[in-house]
Every structure is written in C-alpha cells, then in structure tokens.
C-alpha cells in the first residue's frame, strides 16, 4: 500500500509540534510519548473510521485518485482517537490485501513485523487483533530492511548457500498474541471500512476532476 506507516508519521508531523518540541526538550521520542495517550484508547477509536489514502494507492484498490478520510468524526472525539483510528485504518487496509492470500490458501499461522510503526505497542496489538493472527518481533526492527538486503546481495555473490542463514542473523523478542474478543469487534469493523472505500469512490473522482480544473482555470 502507499502511505502505512507514513500515514501516521502526516498525523505526527501536521498536527503534534507541541509533543516534538516537549520530546526534543525530553530527549525522548514522539512515538513513546504518543504511545501513552494510545494506551486509553478501545477497539474502533470510538466509532471513528480513517482510509489511509493520502497519495492514492495501490493494493488493494491501484486509485491514483483516492483520498484519505476520517469517517464519523463527532464533537467528543479526542487526538487519541484520531491515532488509533490512523493506526487502524492501515491495519485494515493491510488485511484486505492479506485477505488475497487467504483467499489461495495460503495458511497464515504468524507474521512477523519491522519497521518504525512495528514499535507501536498499540499497533502491534492492532495487528494482531485485525488480522486474527500471531505478530512476531524481531529485536532488530529498523535494521530489517538493510540486513535483508544485505543478507540477499550475499546469497547473490555466493557468501551464503541460500535464504536459509537469515535464521542466524535473526533473534526473535517476543509474540502478540491477538485477544479474541478484539478480533470479532473488527472483524464486523472490517466490512465497514471496506465499504466507506467503495462509497466514496466515485467522489474521489470528482474532487480530482475539481482541483485538475481549478489549476487549469487559475
């Protein structure tokens, strides 16, 4: 998908200066402050519904013109919410396209995450209750990426046999295990966030339509 963790990261940048500066002051980081307020939050962020297309996006639905969304918003809703809702909302969006493989039976017992949104113990919950699944951490989460590259240019030049000696450089940290009552909660969100998608498709279109137009007038 285009925006997942970037997603979170638009939210943090527009509309938390105040928790960067009180972080950068703090020496701590924005996410651990963050992650405080996402503690309080419940299954659902409290009927508030976000699609995380802001720059289009590619699997599930290849929208150039999609539009990212908070659906449901009401007076009562606080910044936590809106978080949780972000984190959410990629999370489902993810279980879509992990929903095709499924489709192929494909058995899915664990799925392993990296990255900076993979240190979210919110998310990693998230994760486990959407996708019914069990989330496993490595203890390297930002360095995945670049030993993955390096373990597969070594296998490429011949320093390593094949993908197996991944298994030595990896050390797993702990297991999420999802919490059943949370999975039926989404698994009824689920078809709610796929269909706000498909509801607003035809908007999208038109509000691309408007602002190509109102360049080309300007």
């Given at each position: 998908?285009?925006?997942?963790g970037?997603?979170?990261?638009?939210?943090?940048?527009?509309f938390?200066?105040?928790?960067q500066?009180?972080?950068?002051?703090?020496?701590?980081?924005i996410?651990?402050?963050?992650?405080?307020?996402l503690?309080?939050?419940?299954?659902?962020?409290?009927g508030?519904?976000?699609?995380?297309?802001?720059?289009?996006?590619r699997?599930?639905?290849?929208n150039?013109?999609?539009?990212?969304?908070?659906?449901?918003?009401?007076?009562?809703?606080?910044?936590?919410d809106?978080?949780?809702?972000?984190?959410?909302?990629?999370?489902?969006?993810?279980?879509?396209?992990?929903?095709i493989?499924?489709?192929?039976?494909?058995?899915?017992?664990?799925?392993?995450?990296?990255?900076?949104?993979?240190?979210?113990?919110?998310?990693?919950?998230i994760?486990?209750?959407?996708?019914?699944?069990?989330?496993?951490?490595?203890?390297?989460l930002?360095?995945?990426?670049?030993?993955?590259?390096?373990?597969?240019?070594?296998?490429?030049?011949g320093?390593?046999?094949?993908?197996?000696?991944?298994?030595?450089?990896i050390?797993?940290?702990?297991?999420?295990?999802?919490?059943?009552?949370?999975?039926?909660?989404?698994?009824?969100?689920?078809?709610?966030?796929?269909?706000?998608?498909?509801?607003?498709?035809?908007?999208?279109?038109?509000?691309?339509d408007?602002?190509?137009?109102?360049v080309?007038?300007?």
């Amino acid at each position: 998908m285009q925006s997942g963790g970037g997603a979170y990261s638009w939210y943090i940048n527009k509309f938390c200066q105040y928790e960067q500066n009180l972080a950068q002051r703090g020496h701590k980081s924005i996410y651990d402050i963050l992650e405080q307020e996402l503690a309080n939050t419940s299954v659902g962020s409290n009927g508030l519904l976000f699609l995380p297309y802001l720059i289009g996006e590619r699997s599930p639905w290849w929208n150039t013109n999609a539009k990212a969304n908070f659906i449901g918003l009401k007076m009562e809703h606080q910044r936590k919410d809106l978080l949780r809702a972000i984190q959410e909302g990629v999370a489902m969006n993810l279980n879509i396209i992990l929903n095709i493989f499924k489709a192929e039976n494909i058995h899915i017992s664990e799925l392993v995450a990296v990255g900076g949104g993979a240190k979210s113990k919110s998310w990693q919950k998230i994760f486990a209750d959407v996708y019914n699944t069990k989330i496993i951490l490595p203890k390297l989460l930002d360095e995945a990426a670049s030993m993955g590259a390096a373990i597969t240019a070594g296998v490429g030049i011949g320093i390593f046999k094949d993908f197996e000696v991944a298994s030595k450089f990896i050390s797993l940290d702990k297991i999420i295990e999802p919490t059943p009552t949370n999975v039926k909660k989404y698994q009824k969100l689920q078809p709610i966030f796929e269909k706000a998608y498909l509801q607003l498709q035809s908007l999208f279109e038109q509000l691309n339509d408007f602002s190509e137009k109102r360049v080309l007038d300007e």
